[in-house]
């Protein structure tokens, strides 16, 4: 009785000690799992330099160098909403919920990888789940953004290009509609500003390229086109209520791209630039494609491509082998 005891005990003793080293198993692999997303997002910010610590939020608005070549020219990349903005709300085939803002920030980041590799500098609105403005009380109700801090939360993404002194602004966005049958890809671009010409040119070579890559993963996504902003501009506010409200409701124009406006608006752009929905979070089909890391990649392909063939034609011919 005392020996079969005592060989139990032995034998608990080195279950305990398989289920401590498993445990601690365990812990090692989350340790580095950490580590190792730590130094990802260190290696890919080490080399970044903030543009203004003090009035954009932590990890927002930063400059990154080429990392092949240099052709001495800056891209603004703009990944729509973030943080306590969620943009809009969709869902997948699978029936998953995703939002607008964390679909749009692998896309953003992936443009100005390959954006660096070609010998661009890049500066991106924001590299995590953040807003881009560092936000003050008065930009805050209720723990979501106020018709103050989501317009100032844009505006701040135009003060970031113009810091930046950026040849173009490229905002990546998603649609959302009221039906599940609503899909397709466009993009837009402003009429109205002084380089509205160059603009559409932008637009119309972001639109096309991103639809083709699309279209050669046999997705068949409609083609919306090209579209003046003034049909998707801010429609947020109160007409009558004056102030920010009613200037809000009034604005006809999409606020990363249109024009200044006296006691509204003080912040414009400085440069050519679209904005591009791909795909509508709210079409399963469609949000399914938004959220896989193929969907994503081939959407950054094609805007890349798109940004520079813009602004470097003849090198984007000579690399694609066509005349």
């Not at 046999?218 to 902003?229: F, L, N």
Request: proline fraction near 6%.
């Amino acid at each position: 009785m005392n020996r079969r005891s005592a060989k139990e005990e032995r034998r608990r003793a080195v279950r305990r000690r398989r289920r401590t080293v498993a445990a601690l198993l365990v812990v090692v692999v989350l340790v580095v799992v950490v580590l190792a997303t730590r130094h990802r997002f260190s290696a890919a910010t080490a080399s970044s330099q903030p543009l203004d610590a003090t009035f954009f939020a932590d990890g927002s608005c930063l400059a990154f160098p080429p990392t092949s070549g240099d052709r001495h020219e800056t891209v603004f990349l703009d990944a729509g909403h973030g943080g306590i903005d969620p943009g809009g709300v969709g869902t997948t085939q699978s029936g998953r919920t995703i939002e607008e803002a964390t679909e749009t920030l692998p896309v953003e980041l992936q443009v100005m990888q390959l954006l660096r590799a070609r010998g661009y500098r890049v500066v991106v609105s924001r590299t995590t789940a953040t807003t881009v403005l560092r936000l003050a009380p008065a930009d805050v109700s209720g723990g979501v953004l106020s018709l103050t801090g989501a317009h100032d939360d844009v505006a701040a993404r135009d003060v970031c290009a113009n810091d930046a002194h950026a040849r173009v602004l490229v905002g990546i966005y998603y649609d959302a509609g009221a039906s599940a049958a609503d899909a397709g890809s466009l993009t837009a671009y402003d009429p109205d500003r002084p380089f509205a010409a160059s603009s559409l040119r932008l637009a119309t070579l972001i639109q096309q390229d991103t639809v083709a890559a699309m279209d050669a993963q046999g997705w068949a996504i409609p083609d919306d086109g090209v579209q003046t902003d003034g049909s998707l501009g801010s429609f947020v506010g109160n007409p009558d209520g004056g102030g920010i409200a009613g200037a809000a409701a009034s604005y006809d124009h999409l606020l990363l791209l249109g024009p200044g406006a006296p006691g509204f608006f003080t912040t414009p752009s400085q440069m050519p630039g679209a904005v591009i929905e791909p795909l509508y979070l709210t079409d399963p089909y469609e949000g399914s494609i938004a959220d896989s890391p193929r969907g994503q990649q081939v959407i950054a392909n094609g805007i890349a491509t798109a940004i520079e063939q813009y602004l470097s034609p003849t090198r984007a011919k000579a690399a694609s082998g066509s005349g």
